[in-house]
């Protein structure tokens, strides 16, 4: 029998593909309600998302932030008409409440999961500021100006292209909203006049989601995430100089049967959508050249939804941070970033809820300073519900998990007898703990590394457990967090230690 160790020092590496690739990349199998990315010497529990529901509104889909720090929030009443609330101070350690602005003429969005943007156009020579948003059937609807007195322009255009199945996106660019418009892209110039068609797209194909670009080679370009009702099993990435009316500089096709979004990290295009075998899957775009593989996947979506899985409402960029939400098996917000030069993350970064994940239906979400908010429909008590994780008053996980790769001391093929577990962390504080279970494979129940499997004593740093009963080629570990309040848990490393016989 020889002695063999295993160690990881980080966990930034975030989840892998593979339940035994990626140790020296320094992943994990799994992981939830985890911080990987603000301290690179060790993981902590998230902060959690806390009531902050709007009385009597449901399917809060749009935030928008004007410049005096006022949030805007886009939902529906019961009648059901569009309506936008608003909070003078979204952030700081006291937020206020949601008040009523507008109750719309109009219906809500027929699509659903409408934007709200916020956009400053000059009209006669003065700067004017309005709320946009969906209404109705194929309206463009807008509130302001808030340079004078606000009101509603409930048709402000109509978007002739849209039908009831397409999706809803804009984006601000270069002093012009854009805005999806089914197989057109409609635009409001810095004018504030409305073009309803200022850009056909190649037959077949509908907007979904929209990006800016710069190529190497010069010049600006709108790079159009499309659904490809010519070939059901693609997307296509439209790439637009903006000026031309129809056509196409380039397409690019992506293996993604229902794209979701397109967004862009430091020079990295993400492309994120649904496959029929369950998945959400992220594909990498670097200029015009799609990866052959996803860099990311994520198990248990279900293909057949029609509603977005992954709305672009809920997609967000923050300190070098892509995040999203998603319907799955897991929902949640999940996060993309580069703690290492040349490699990308990923985590579940926060839950929605404590209750049961595989019924959160996300809508919205958005970021100011140090508050993070989120709407999400709860199918566990039938609530749509909105949220904040408050920064300035911070409520630390205690669903947090890690679930490590398989370890298998580069001897997958050999015997073992695991033997100790050895831990590294900041110093515990008080009332809190983390608790190892461990199993040797990824199918089986996970069951207590040892009789006393909990870490709980305060200022502990390093601990041992012996094991108890755990042989065979792999090991894999399951790390839970118990936090209170703002006090969490900090793990820092793990090692272990074992016998494995040289015969087959």
Known sequence: MKEFYVSQFHFFGGNSKFASEGLNKFRIYNGEDIDIFSNPDYVIPSITFQDDNIQNITKVSGFALRSNGYLYALGQDSTPKAVIYYKTTPS??????????LVSNNAPA?????????????????????????TST????????FEGTPTETASFGTLSGLTTNDRLSHIVYNGELFIANGNYVARVSNQGNFVDKSFTL??????IDMIPMVLTSGGDYMAVLCQDTNNPTQSQVVIWD????????????VPLAKPQWIHKLGNTFFVGGVNPNNQFEIYIMQGLIVAVTPLFVIQGVNYTLTRPVSPVTTKYSVTNTLLFGLEGSKSGMYAIGAPMENQFSLVLAKRFDTTYYANHQPYGYTAINDAEYVSFYDANNSAYKVKIANGQIPVRSSKAIIETLLYDANYPYLDKTWQILEVGLQPLTNLTSLTFEAR???VDTYKPICSNNVISLA????QTFVLEG???????????????GNSCPKLKWIALKGNYNETF
Do not use: C, D
């Open 459 to 462: 200022n502990t740093e390093n």
């Open 440 to 442: 040797e494979n990824t």
């Open 202 to 207: 190649p037959s077949g194909l509908r907007a």
């Open 110 to 134: 027929i699509q659903g999961y409408s934007p709200l943007t916020i956009f400053t156009s000059t009209e006669s020579g003065t700067a004017k500021t309005y709320l946009y948003y969906h």
């Open 242 to 253: 903006m000026v031309s009316t129809a056509g196409a500089m380039a397409k690019i096709a």
């Open 92 to 101: 700081g350690t006291n937020p206020t409440s949601w008040a009523e602005v």
């Open 470 to 484: 755990f042989s065979g080629k792999v090991i894999q570990l399951k790390i839970s967090f118990t936090s209170s």
């Open 138 to 145: 194929n309206k463009l609807s807008r509130y302001g100006n």
